[in-house]
């Protein structure tokens, strides 16, 4: 097997040595064989086309412990992966673009988006809560997940789904600030839900009391993050103009199938309790 020196593998690979040296550090791509006296650096002639493809899937800014694992797997696997890790990020980018959109309306005065809002009385309720904190990642498949499984608990052992699911936010949700938000199913037997929580110590049981709240009805497109600022500054504001305060923390109130909706259907209430 040929053996090539530093230099010239990097002719080969259109790296730099100081490239290799940094992937030979991270673990990426070892020499075949460092000479023990002089520490010289020799890779085999098979070794370049490894090279090369990290080199270009660094410049995709893939993390690195990813990379490891696309240069491990056979080719058809490998291109899958990529392509799986793309579509993350244009999902990424299509979201920041739409906070660029919403931050530069907000800052320009415009409202782009116009919502109705109106008020309603909500009775007291008993609810099973999970609360958490978790950054904006996490956030729907936690919702979905916690969700369920208490609306599983609340028919299986708490005599049943007693109104809309909701969730709390406690405070901010985002890439930076962890809330908490707490996941909430109101149920019709609070002492079988107190039962329940004394046998799950991640579930609490409260007692929502009776309530008026503002809110806006959005679709789920209006939902995506962060379209959804939108929504909660509508409600504020309409709250300030009212002469009215809001008398806790905002909330999202699930009232449909999310997964059977369109785009276009109406699933969810933004939120505030009036003091």
């Given at each position: 097997m040929e053996h090539l020196s530093i230099g010239a593998f990097g002719r080969e690979a259109r790296l730099s040595a100081r490239a290799l040296r940094l992937y030979d550090r991270l673990g990426l791509l070892a020499p075949h064989r460092v000479d023990e006296d002089t520490g010289y650096r020799w890779y085999r002639a098979d070794q370049v086309e490894r090279a090369r493809l990290l080199a270009l899937l660094r410049r995709l800014d893939m993390p690195l412990a990813r990379i490891a694992t696309?240069?491990?797997?056979?080719?058809?696997?490998?291109?899958?992966?990529?392509?799986?890790?793309?579509?993350?990020?244009?999902?990424?980018?299509?979201?920041?673009?739409?906070?660029?959109?919403?931050?530069?309306?907000?800052?320009?005065?415009?409202?782009?988006?116009?919502?109705?809002?109106?008020?309603?009385?909500?009775?007291?309720?008993?609810?099973?809560?999970?609360?958490?904190?978790?950054?904006?990642?996490?956030?729907?498949?936690?919702?979905?997940?916690?969700?369920?499984?208490?609306?599983?608990?609340?028919?299986?052992?708490?005599?049943?789904?007693?109104?809309?699911?909701?969730?709390?936010?406690?405070?901010?949700?985002?890439?930076?600030?962890?809330?908490?938000?707490?996941?909430?199913?109101?149920?019709?037997?609070?002492?079988?839900?107190?039962?329940?929580?004394?046998a799950h110590p991640a579930v609490e049981v409260r007692r929502e009391p009776a309530r008026r709240e503002a809110y806006t009805r959005l679709t789920k497109a209006q939902v995506d993050y962060p379209q959804i600022n939108s929504a909660y500054e509508g409600v504020e504001r309409w709250i300030a103009e009212q002469g009215l305060t809001a008398g806790g923390p905002c909330r999202e109130v699930y009232f449909a199938d999310w997964d059977a909706a369109e785009p276009t259907d109406e699933v969810c209430d933004v939120a505030y309790p009036l003091g």
């Open positions: 696309v240069l491990e797997l056979p080719g058809p696997e490998a291109a899958d992966e990529i392509a799986a890790y793309w579509a993350e990020v244009e999902e990424r980018v299509a979201g920041r673009r739409a906070l660029a959109v919403h931050l530069r309306d907000r800052l320009s005065g415009r409202r782009p988006y116009m919502y109705d809002i109106v008020t309603r009385d909500v009775a007291e309720q008993t609810v099973l809560a999970v609360r958490r904190h978790l950054l904006n990642p996490e956030l729907p498949a936690w919702i979905d997940a916690t969700l369920h499984r208490l609306e599983n608990a609340a028919r299986d052992e708490c005599g049943g789904v007693a109104g809309d699911p909701f969730v709390v936010y406690y405070a901010d949700v985002s890439e930076d600030s962890d809330g908490p938000a707490e996941a909430c199913v109101p149920v019709a037997d609070p002492d079988a839900a107190r039962a329940y929580a004394a």
